[in-house]
């Protein structure tokens, strides 16, 4: 195959042109965004007992493309509230030689029960387990049944609950109270430590960017959490349980937290 002299100069030209192209893509500077792919550099810096992560990020500014700080740090707020919910557990234990005995005896108790306890309209009422289980002898042969149902009372009104679970206990005995923040108050407590916890955020990136030099900051991201602990006095449980007069009840209180989980980016210029 035979190539003319132009045809040549054109093909060679072409290849210049898509060499050119392609080193202009291989050199084009990119832009790293934080993450584990990231190329810029990662320092390490603890301040009044907090590890802070520093990583740096491209950025382009004025047709340069510039290393930008960014840190991660968190702030919280906390507030002691009263636990407003009580839960009580009743439950029913029968044995008989008779499986359907057994069922018959339980279901019979926490029906009455339920009949009892839905006319008190403060006190929510739900059943709980219901288990039934063989005892076997030796030789493995079924000797009798045994079974144990719970029937629960769950309520805002303390005294209506307490009054209610010592009137059932010709039927079912008390075996678990437990307390706790409903929902709702939850809720409230948490909106109201959120503005404590944003503030407390900011301060705290405020004096980091100061403390290491720069004089500001912008906002990345931002991740909010909340916990609460939960306390139970599980020995005064026990005690009302083993009395059928009708006893006081008085919850303890929950540590409910809401946290703020952040990174900035530490500017040298206020904005």
């Excluded at 009840?249 to 040298?268: A, K, M």
Aim: hydrophobic residues 40%; contains cysteine.
């Amino acid at each position: 195959m035979v190539l003319s002299v132009r045809n040549v100069r054109i093909g060679a030209q072409r290849v210049a042109r898509i060499l050119i192209t392609c080193a202009g893509l291989v050199i084009a500077p990119m832009v790293a965004v934080a993450g584990p792919h990231n190329t810029g550099s990662t320092e390490h810096h603890e301040m009044m007992g907090k590890r802070y992560h520093f990583q740096n990020a491209e950025h382009e500014r004025g047709g340069h493309y510039v290393r930008v700080p960014q840190a991660g740090l968190q702030a919280a707020a906390s507030s002691q509230i009263a636990q407003d919910t009580v839960t009580v557990t009743l439950s029913a234990q029968v044995n008989d030689a008779s499986r359907q005995a057994v069922n018959s005896l339980l279901t019979e108790s926490l029906d009455t029960a339920v009949v009892s306890a839905k006319k008190h309209d403060a006190v929510k009422v739900y059943s709980g387990n219901f288990r039934v289980w063989p005892f076997t002898d030796e030789d493995g042969k079924v000797t009798r049944w045994q079974g144990r149902a719970e029937l629960i009372l769950e309520s805002k009104d303390f005294a209506a609950a307490s009054d209610l679970a010592a009137s059932l206990e010709n039927q079912l005995s008390i075996t678990n109270i437990a307390f706790s923040v409903s929902p709702e108050r939850r809720a409230e407590a948490e909106e109201a430590l959120l503005e404590q916890a944003a503030s407390a955020f900011r301060k705290r990136a405020q004096a980091l960017a100061a403390a290491f030099g720069f004089q500001g900051y912008s906002i990345k991201e931002l991740n909010l959490g909340g916990a609460g602990v939960e306390y139970s006095p599980a020995p005064r449980m026990m005690a009302m349980a083993a009395d059928k007069a009708s006893v006081p009840l008085e919850g303890n209180t929950e540590t409910v937290t809401v946290s703020v989980h952040g990174t900035i980016y530490l500017q040298r210029e206020n904005k």
